[in-house]
């Protein structure tokens, strides 16, 4: 029996599917070193300390204290970035998939949120800076809030509009036919009908939101104490990292390595939900 001669399409196949499996190696590699990482020099250095005291005197030279005032600081921030961004894209999401027709607009719309996502967020936080030093504003946690909104609101956005753009247009038409207005069929069919997908994209931008440093470095500031009004400074967890992991003590980057530890248990708990509640929502939508 002849075996089948390896044509160059089969060759073709076969090389693309071995690109794609070490691909596949390489990036879960890659994912499983830092996690590693992150877990084996952090975990040792993780206490009760350090998730619920603020830096004590001398805590950036190995001294008592923790970083529950960075913690604070970045739900602080996600939650209320991801509350001003979710005010200005879910209108621009519903608007763009319901009263822009032309597609043309459309796809210029998108190409601008893509630029503005491509940018990076120290742009943003220097274009912050920039407005700050204008209108004589100090750092606080108000201004950290506002300039990651910026950040996350053409992520936020254009994850609402891939979710919109899959609502079966047989339930919009239905909804037409019957007499209701565009408006009614935003509200009460398509919001309804794509809620999973809006939650996820709402709680991704907020784990986007908590985890960025270089937008809030000179907006928000960094600060030993409790975030006590929206107009003082606030320390944040990727700050809290970057600091840490900077100093020439070896207790003190261990701590840092904690810090990190705790930020992405933070970030996974969140994308945890994601998957969780876009589960539990997907049962009240038809098929």
């Known amino acids: 029996m002849q075996r089948p001669t390896l ?30 990482t992150i877990i084996s020099r952090g975990l040792p250095s993780l206490t009760w300390e350090m998730v619920s005291q603020t830096p004590k005197g001398g805590f950036y030279m190995g001294k008592g204290g923790g970083v529950l005032n960075a913690i604070l600081g970045s739900i602080y ?50 274009f912050g800076f920039t407005v700050m030093l204008t209108f004589g504003l100090r750092a606080s946690l108000l201004a950290g809030i506002v300039i990651v909104a910026l950040v996350i609101l053409p992520i936020m956005i254009r994850a609402m509009d891939e979710v919109l753009r899959r609502m079966p247009t047989d ?8 007499g209701t207005t565009r408006f009614e069929v935003a509200r009460h069919v398509v919001l309804r009908q794509m809620l999973p997908g809006l939650v996820t994209a709402i709680l991704l931008a907020f784990g986007r939101g908590i985890g960025d440093a270089a937008s809030v470095l000179f907006t928000a500031g960094y600060t030993d104490r409790m975030p006590t009004s929206l107009f003082s400074p606030t320390a944040t967890l990727p700050l809290a990292v970057l600091f840490q992991l900077s100093t020439p003590f070896e207790a003190v980057r261990e701590r840092g390595y904690a810090s990190a530890f705790i930020l992405t248990i933070l970030v996974l708990v969140v994308s945890i939900g994601a998957r969780w509640l876009s589960h539990a929502l997907s049962r009240y939508t038809i098929k």
């Open 7 to 36: 044509t160059r399409r089969n060759l073709g196949e076969m090389v693309m599917k071995r690109i794609m499996q070490g691909a596949l190696v390489l990036v879960m590699s890659t994912l499983g070193l830092i996690v590693w």
């Open 77 to 126: 921030i996600g939650l209320g970035s991801t509350m001003l961004a979710l005010i200005v894209s879910l209108p621009i999401a519903l608007a763009l998939n319901t009263y822009v027709q032309q597609t043309r607009w459309q796809e210029r719309i998108r190409l601008m949120l893509d630029v503005l996502w491509g940018i990076p967020s120290i742009v943003y936080g220097a």
């Open 171 to 178: 339930l919009t038409h239905a909804a037409l036919a019957l």
